[in-house]
């Protein structure tokens, strides 16, 4: 068997995916073009092989076996599975299948998450097991996988998602060599965050440039506004552009362009985190807060 280095997409192809499977993988350029596989295996075998980069994941169903430093694994549902780069494994599906969501992100990404944590520059972690028992860890992996394959979701939660998923599994599973910095408090910082995105309810931002704005790093930010407000920049951002729409629906602007003056993608966004949060969509919400406008109703 080769030992070759590999990228995913490659040793997918060394065995073919069968009709009964599925394995879709894609990459993503903000991170590094960071590859990302959702994947069903019942046969699909994968042969010794090694990667570049980390692999971080989660088995979501079934349990998966694989070598890995001379040692037999058994994946199961709920585990987090880390694996360093340059360290040869294989897979293979146990008697019933497995069903796993996968990162394969780069040194120089866990590094740059890891160094914006710790406040200063810091080598990229080097994890001593392979597999993890910790649930709070697998939710935050699972769902920013799942929000990393969601083509509307807003780029302020993905970048707060990924950096405290990564940030997390180094420094609770990793040798990271280095302790966060206490939160402390910031009122300064965060008053000035809110005002920023109160001021862009309309467009998207990037916690990068919020975090510039404001004079902390993005990690730290996070730490402190949801210490002061009570839940994340990208929370507080979607309150208000909820907060906003309602005020907007008052009037007779049509739903495609109150998703739009809201900063939604669209109004089946609009439609969708709107009654999350309300309970009702905004079609039902104008209707009830507007029964009649020049006597007929005042949807559109």
């Known amino acids: 068997m080769g030992q070759a280095t590999i990228d995913?997409?490659?040793?997918l192809h060394l065995d073919?995916?069968?009709r009964d499977e599925y394995a879709r993988l894609w990459r993503d350029r903000r991170f590094d073009r960071m590859e990302c596989l959702s994947a069903r295996f019942n046969r699909h075998t994968y042969a010794p092989h090694t990667h570049d980069t980390y692999v971080i994941g989660v088995i979501l169903a079934g349990t998966e076996l694989f070598h890995h430093r001379?040692?037999?694994h058994a994946a199961r549902a709920g585990s987090v599975a880390v694996l360093n780069p340059g360290e040869l494994h294989d897979g293979r599906p146990s008697e019933h299948g497995y069903a796993y969501r996968m990162f394969y992100p780069s040194v120089a990404l866990l590094e740059r998450e890891l160094s914006d944590a710790l406040g200063r520059p810091a080598a990229?972690?080097?994890?001593?097991g392979t597999l993890v028992e910790d649930p709070e860890l697998f939710r935050a992996i699972r769902d920013l996988h799942l929000t990393l394959e969601d083509p509307?979701?807003?780029?302020l939660k993905t970048e707060t998602d990924l950096m405290r998923a990564f940030v997390a599994v180094s420094l609770r599973?990793?040798?990271?060599g280095g302790r966060l910095r206490p939160a402390?408090?910031?009122p300064a910082a965060v008053r000035r965050a809110r005002e920023y995105l109160d001021a862009h309810l309309d467009r998207p931002v990037e916690l990068a440039d919020l975090a510039a704005a404001v004079g902390l790093s993005r990690f730290h930010l996070l730490r402190v506004f949801r210490a002061t407000v009570g839940t994340t920049p990208h929370g507080y951002l979607t309150d208000r552009r909820v907060q906003q729409a309602k005020e907007l629906l008052s009037g007779d602007l049509p739903l495609a362009e109150v998703a739009v003056a809201c900063g939604f993608c669209d109004q089946a966004h609009l439609?969708?985190?709107f009654k999350a949060r309300v309970g009702v969509a905004p079609g039902q919400y104008r209707r009830g807060s507007n029964p009649v406008q020049d006597g007929a109703p005042a949807g559109h």
């Open 8 to 11: 995913q997409d490659s040793a």
């Open 16 to 18: 073919p995916v069968g």
């Open 70 to 72: 001379g040692v037999e």
């Open 124 to 128: 990229a972690p080097g994890f001593t």
């Open 152 to 155: 509307q979701a807003d780029p």
């Open 173 to 176: 599973h990793g040798e990271a």
């Open 184 to 186: 402390g408090q910031e």
């Open 271 to 273: 439609n969708r985190v």
